[in-house]
């Protein structure tokens, strides 16, 4: 099993980051400067600039493109940050003014604020898009890439206000005929004492439903299902006997079932069959 720390430590070196300095200067200031401020000293160059790619800062920091001109162009209007660019070779150096940056902080301690940097810089500075080189000495690590619009503050990425779903409106019960209500009740016991079972509620209502559709749509009349109902609790069982066990079935079985109670009594009734009863 992979522990939590192995994938921490293999994910390498994390970046130095100081949230004291990030409620002043910004966060995405703050990253820049304090990764500038890491290799300081490790440079080749003995006069103190630091060669970077815009794709290793953002390997390094998981700042942007546009995030990386943003802190840049903050850090320059406040002195703290320096830059030199080589056109020929498109090659961008950088260098942290120390000198600034003890000078401001001898103000914090006189003072106790530190200068803020100007707000709602945008754009992109000369040379930006330049930054094309890459270099051997850089890490692999990449930290979450800051988010926040003023370049002051760190604010989390929120997720919409969910609105709550309006609730479903309760289903009037429908007004059944006493006819459909009579049969769907005579229907009920027959079925329970035949399979010794409950009907549920919603079998109920699916009772009488269809009930209600083989008298209102099939066009039967009550009379007839209450005498097929009549002679089916007599002879339920019985050999060639059509099986009634809801109300579905006895739409369906209706005319067979009439025709059985008929036939057992020697005739049959001359009705009228709708398309829907047509087999």
Known sequence: MT?????????????????????????????????????????????GWIYKTQEEWEDETGLSAKEQRTARINLK???????????????MFYKVNFDKLN???????????????????SGSDEGASRLTETTSETTTTKSPPPSGGDGLLFQLDQEPEKKPEPKPKKEEPKAWD??????????????????????????????RDSIDKLHRIDGIEYSRIRLALDWYRKNVGGQYVVVIE??????????????????????????KRSAANMW
């Open 3 to 47: 522990n939590l720390s192995d994938v921490l430590t293999g994910l390498g070196r994390p970046i130095a980051y100081h949230p004291g300095l990030a409620k002043i200067l910004g966060v995405k200031e703050t990253v820049f400067l304090c990764q500038l401020v890491y290799w300081d000293g490790k440079q080749a160059d003995t006069s």
């Open 77 to 91: 209007a406040s002195g703290l940050l320096e830059e030199r660019e080589e056109r020929l070779r498109h090659r």
């Open 103 to 121: 000078e401001a902080w001898e103000t914090t301690r006189q003072d106790g604020e530190f200068p803020k940097l100007p707000t709602g810089t």
């Open 178 to 207: 006493a006819e459909v209500v009579e049969l769907s009740n005579t229907l009920t016991e027959i079925v329970c004492a035949q399979k010794k079972v409950q009907f549920s509620p919603s079998k109920v209502r699916a009772t």
């Open 246 to 271: 809801s109300g579905a079935s006895l739409r369906e079985k209706f005319l067979r079932l009439e025709a059985g109670a008929w036939k057992s009594k020697g005739g049959g009734p001359q009705v």
